[in-house]
């Protein structure tokens, strides 16, 4: 079971671009990765993920074409290119993963998490 760092959140205005990183303690080759976002109050949601099998890719319908997944096997990591972004993708950003998983929501289904990185839009 690997262990998962987030890093990359910040404040920004709306239009402006992040990329958020998910680090791994190990290979993240046989581990399909989600990312999530959580506002406070309200239940934590899908927002993209991808299959261990790198090529399928998912994406929640508000984030599709601005928000891009991948990977660096290389380091370790999983990126999630965030770019126009608006105030309602203000959250704290979630990295997940599953051996073997498809990338896709189930959140409960995922083993290992990080601990989040906030990411706030302003108007």
């Known amino acids: 079971q690997v262990q998962l760092v987030e890093s990359g959140g910040g404040l920004v205005q709306a239009g402006a671009s992040l990329r958020l990183s998910c680090a791994a303690s190990g290979s993240l080759q046989t581990y399909g990765v989600g990312w999530f976002r959580q506002v406070t109050g309200k239940e934590r949601e899908f927002v993209g993920g991808s299959s261990w099998i790198a090529k399928f890719l998912y994406y929640e319908d508000s984030v599709k074409g601005r928000f891009t997944i991948s990977r660096d096997n290389a380091k370790n990591t999983v990126y999630l290119q965030m770019n126009s972004l608006k105030p309602e993708d203000t959250a704290v950003y979630f990295c997940?993963?599953?051996?073997?998983?498809?990338?896709?929501?189930?959140?409960?289904?995922?083993?290992?998490w990080g601990q989040g990185t906030q990411v706030t839009v302003s108007s």
């Open positions: 997940a993963a599953k051996r073997y998983g498809l990338g896709q929501d189930q959140k409960e289904s995922y083993d290992s």
